[in-house]
C-alpha cells in the first residue's frame, strides 16, 4: 500500500498590517465613541420614527398642526443631532479602520459598513432641506412620507450594519491581505 503525498508549500506568515497604530487606550477610546455614536444615531431615528407615527395617526387639521410642531421642534433637531451621530459614526470607523486588523477596505464586512455609513449621512441631507421646508410653511404640509422613508430606511442601514459588526460575513476583499 502506498500513500501519496503532496509537497507541502509554506504559507506567507499572515501580516496584519497596522498602518497607523493606535495607544491601546485611545483606540478603546475611539471605538466606545464609535459605538455610542452608532447607538445615539439609531435612537434619534427611533424617536423621529414615533413621531412621525404619531403625526400620521391625526386626521384632518389636526393632522398639520402635529406636523408643524414636529417639524419645527423635533423632526429638524432631531435630523441635525442624527446627522452629527453619523458624521461621528464615519470619523471613528475610519479611525479604527485605518488602525486596526480589519483595515478600511481589507474585508468586505468593513467596506459595506463604511458604504452604509455615507449613503444614511447622505440621505439626511438630502431630506433635511425638505423637511427644514415643512417647517417654515414653504411647502404644504400635506404628507411626511419622506420622513417616514428615511427613518425606517436608516433603521434598516443601522440594523445591518450592526449585523455586519457581530458576524463579520464575505472574507476579504480581492487582493487585500
Known amino acids: 500500500m502506498s500513500t501519496l503525498t503532496t509537497p507541502r508549500t509554506t504559507l506567507p506568515a499572515r501580516t496584519n498590517r497596522v498602518r497607523w497604530p493606535l495607544a491601546a487606550g485611545l483606540r478603546k477610546t475611539v471605538l466606545v465613541t464609535h459605538v455610542v455614536s452608532a447607538g445615539a444615531w439609531i435612537g434619534v431615528d427611533v424617536a423621529a420614527a414615533v413621531l412621525v407615527a ?22 429638524v433637531p432631531l435630523l441635525l443631532a442624527a446627522l452629527v451621530a453619523g458624521l461621528v459614526c464615519l470619523l471613528t470607523g475610519v479611525l479604527l ?81
Open 54 to 75: 404619531v403625526g400620521w395617526a391625526r386626521s384632518g387639521d389636526d393632522r398639520t398642526d402635529v406636523y408643524q410642531a414636529l417639524a419645527n421642534y423635533s423632526v
Open 97 to 177: 479602520g485605518l488602525s486596526t486588523k480589519w483595515g478600511l477596505v481589507r474585508f468586505w464586512w468593513v467596506a459595506v459598513k463604511l458604504v452604509l455609513n455615507v449613503v444614511a449621512c447622505a440621505m439626511l441631507l438630502f431630506f433635511l432641506g425638505p423637511i427644514s421646508e415643512l417647517a417654515s410653511g414653504e411647502q404644504p404640509l400635506q404628507d411626511m412620507w419622506f420622513v417616514a422613508f428615511l427613518a425606517t430606511s436608516a433603521l434598516v442601514l443601522l440594523g445591518f450594519a450592526m449585523v455586519l459588526s457581530v458576524f463579520k460575513p464575505w472574507g476579504r476583499v480581492r487582493g487585500q491581505r
